[in-house]
Each structure stands twice: as C-alpha cells, then as structure tokens.
C-alpha cells in the first residue's frame, strides 16, 4: 500500500483542512516540535484505513479536535495497481460517514465495517497486523528505549508480533514431523517394488495389447455369432412345433378303433342314415302344416280382423259412449240456456214497455210545469229578483225582494 493524498480536518491537533501529498515521493520525514501534530498524520492515515488507531480503538469521539464539532479524514492510496479513496468522519453527536470508493470503477463500499473488511482485504493485513508491521507507536519506542535487555526483547515481540512467529515456527515443525512421517511411509513402500518392475510392466504391456487384439476379433465375430443365435433360437421353435404335432398325431391315432370294431360302425351309420332320412320328410311335413296353418289364420284374419282392429274397435266404442254422454249432457244444458235466454228477453220487453211509459210521464209533467210556469210568468219572475239589480221586464232598479212563494200548482207541476 501507498499513501498518495491526505486530507484531515478537526483531528486532534489539526483544526483546520492540513492536505498532505505523498505522490511522487520515494522517501519522506515528518518533522516539528512536540505537539505539532505529527503522530496525529500517522493516526489520521491509520483511521482513513481501519477506523481506529494504536491508541485510541473504541472512544474514538477523543479524536476529534476540542475546537471543532467533527473530525474529518480523506486517505487516497493505491494497492494491487488500483487507487482508492477511504473517506471517514467522526462528529461529537450522531453517526459518523464510512465510505470506501474504488476511482477507476466507481464501485463504493458503505458502512464501518464493510469499509474495513474491504481494506483488510485489499491490503491483506488486520488492524494488529498493520500497527506492527507498518506502524511502530512512539510510546513502545519510548519504552524499548527506557526498558532493560530483558524487557527489550519482550517489547520487540510484542511490537513485531514475534509470537506469531513462533506460533507459526511451531506449527512447521509439527507439519515438519508429519511430513517425516508420510516419508518414511511412502519410502517403506518404495523398499517393496520389485526390482523387475520394469520387466513386469512390459509383460503386462503385451498382455494388455493382446488382449485388446483378442477383443477386436470378439467385436468383429459379435454380428456373425448374433446371427447363428437367432437361427439357433428358430430351429428350437421349429422343433417345438413338431414335437407338439406329433403328440397331436399320436393322440389321434391312440382314438382310432381296431379293425373288428369297423363293421359294428358301419351298420350304426347306415342305420342313423336311414334315421336322418326319416326325420327330414317329417320336417318337411311339419313345415306344410305349418304353412297351412298360417294361410288358415290370414283368411280368419281378413274375415274378422286381427286382434288389435278388435282391440280398437272396443277403445273406439267406448269412446263413442262418452262422447254420446257429453253430447246429452250439452243438450240438457242448451236447453236451460235457452229456457234463460227467453226469460231474459221476456223482461228485456217489458223493461222496455216501462221505459216507454216513463218517458211519455216525463213529457207529459214537462209540458204541465212549462203550462204552469207561463200562468204565472209573475211569480217565476220574482224568484229571479235580486236587490240591487234592476228588474228584468220594468228595467227598475229592486229595492227588495218581494215575499211570497210559488202557487201551489207550479210546485206541484215541478
């Protein structure tokens, strides 16, 4: 890993922005006096990376400068032939900002310890493995300085992680052992190779080449021995089928009579013969009978009708009685309809007669109250007399209405 640019600002002693650039440089010495900030550079650049430093690993809020209210580091370095940029903060309240960006690609890693998983990888050293590997603290130096030879050497394991490497001395000598071991094992099995070895491995060399040629003619034989399976497999089923043929054969031959047996049968089949003879002319006969049987049925049947005409004719006589039932019945109830209807007539016309004989009555009061009325135009007029109003025949204005009813005979005529 090379530093190339450093930027810190409110970290510890530096206040203000202090920018340092290590680019270009092969060898550089940082010099001032006590309390000037130079083993803050080295802290800034170890916090930049693992977000703590030697010192300081938990409480790292006491980094920040006691003038300031946050304290802010921007490392660019390059690793492995790519630069990258740790940029990390540390403000008195609230979270701090982690933020690892790879310049060539762009690819940012965010968060505390995703940010120092990243650079542990990049960098392939832990924390411890960087403070003593590339940063020796001033306060172990100063102790290495004031401490015995005895002490000295503690010190220097301690800075150096000699522990370390005595563990990892340890462990290869152990693996060391294990490896004699695994030697002496392979070796034993060295001493019990046979000194012909190479004699034996020819020998198997041509028995393996052999044997391939013999599979080769095995493979060139395989279509011609498929084919003499298969006329193997039909001659065995050709021979099955005769075997069974002739069992067949030999049962038959087993049911055929002796010879003295043939005249018995003979006899039997003439007789049987005869038999059959007789029965067909009985058959034949039976067929004429039944011949004229059926012609004997077609006549009755044409003379009478069949069973179902008959079947028929009984549905279609019952029929007709009902129906000649319901007919009665009609007609009995025609006849008191019509028994109504004149009756109905019958006060139809005299309804009619009084109709008329109202109606005459009717003209005749009319034409009395109209004759009643015209005798006594005076006393109709006045009826019609309204104070105020001026009188129909004398055009006088009426002061009242005279009293006085109508004549008896107009309101008996009314």
Known sequence: MRPLQLEISG?????????????????????????????????????????KTPRIQRDVRSLVCSRSDAAHVR???????????????????????????????????????EVTARVEEL??????AFRSSVLLAQYQFSKFLDAPSGDRTKILKGVFRVDQITALHAAAKARLADVDVELAGVTG??????????????????????????????EAALPEERRLTGELHDARAARDRAS???????????????????DDLATEQRAAEDALVAARATATAAEDACAAAERALEELRSETGDEHALYAARAAAR??????????????????????????????AGAAEAEAAARGALARAARERAEAERSDMAHALR????????????????????????????????
């Open 11 to 51: 970290f510890r002693s530096h206040r203000d922005l202090t920018t340092i650039d290590f680019s270009h440089r092969t060898l550089l010495a940082i010099v001032g006096p006590i309390g000037a900030g130079k083993s803050s550079i080295l802290d800034a650049i170890c916090y930049a990376l693992y977000g």
């Open 383 to 414: 009826e019609h007399l309204t104070p105020g109003e001026p009188c129909p025949v004398c055009e006088q204005v009426v002061a009242a209405a005279p009293a006085g009813g109508a004549p008896p005979a107009l309101d008996a005529a009314r």
């Open 244 to 262: 069974e043929r002739a069992e067949a054969a030999a049962a038959a031959l087993a049911r055929v009579p002796p010879a003295s047996d043939l």
């Open 189 to 218: 099995a060295l001493g019990v190779i046979p000194d012909d070895v190479e004699e034996r491995h020819a020998a198997r060399r041509d028995a393996l080449a052999s044997l391939a040629d013999r599979v080769r003619a095995l």
């Open 319 to 348: 029929e007709h009685a009902a129906a000649r039932a319901e007919l009665e019945d009609l007609e009995r109830r025609r006849a008191a309809l019509e028994e109504a209807v004149a009756g109905a007539e019958r006060a139809a």
């Open 75 to 113: 490392l660019r370095f390059s690793v492995a032939g790519g630069v990258f940029e740790a940029r990390r903060s540390i403000p008195r309240r609230g979270q701090g900002e982690h933020v690892l960006t790879d310049v060539a690609s762009g690819d940012v890693a965010l968060g505390a310890r």
């Open 123 to 128: 960098l392939g050293l832990s924390f411890d």
